[in-house]
């Protein structure tokens, strides 16, 4: 039972930190900057809604899509270790993301899909189903995805405590811990090759 909870608990970290909610924070401010709270309600929860039925789609199919293609864990695990080290350093060189978009869909794009689950989110579910299980990944998934609910719901106030450094600082410690995450990804699916027999 222990060993359970354990599972379900460590399946949340990294999909916390893969999603990053409080850098997509103030891109989420920029493009709702001026709308009525009714509209801003209804981003967020296009956004959320978004996010989580690409989650859940990529969950259900993605090692089906491996198998389809020959693809083993062990190459995404490189693969996407590879894509999120890429992304993380990304984030640490060049962390001005903001972009301007108009229209009602900005829910849907970019705010669902590509920036609270993009490629880097992605790759870290399919690890956790092969690392934790089904139920634990969906479970991480349901807990973040209320947590970026709940952030942009507070986005005002969280911004006024965190000021603009604060946040920016928050994220750098998040895409350090997101390289981490993408060297232990490419670590360990190195060895699954070699214990594989390449």
Excluded: H
Aim: net charge positive.
């Amino acid at each position: 039972m222990n060993y359970e909870i354990t599972n379900f608990l460590l399946a949340l970290i990294p999909i916390f930190v893969a999603i990053d909610a409080i850098a997509v924070l103030p891109i989420f401010l920029s493009m709702t900057e001026g709308m009525p709270p009714d509209d801003k309600k209804i981003i967020i929860k296009q956004s959320v809604i978004t996010a989580f039925l690409v989650s859940v789609c990529f969950l259900a199919v993605g090692k089906f899509i491996f198998s389809a293609l020959g693809i083993t864990v062990a190459d995404f695990k490189i693969a996407g270790g590879i894509l999120l080290l890429v992304l993380a350093i990304n984030d640490l060189l060049f962390p001005e993301k903001t972009r301007r978009f108009q229209g009602s869909s900005i829910g849907v794009v970019p705010l669902g899909m590509p920036l609270i689950v993009g490629p880097g989110v992605l790759t870290t579910i399919i690890i956790l189903v092969d690392t934790y299980g089904y139920l634990p990944a969906l479970f991480s998934i349901l807990i973040n995805l209320f947590i970026v609910w709940f952030t942009f719901n507070k986005s005002n106030a969280i911004m006024k405590i965190l000021g603009e450094n604060g946040a920016k600082g928050f994220s750098k410690v998040m895409s350090i811990f997101l390289a981490a995450i993408a060297v232990m990804m490419i670590r360990r699916g190195i060895f699954e090759l070699i214990n594989m027999g390449w």
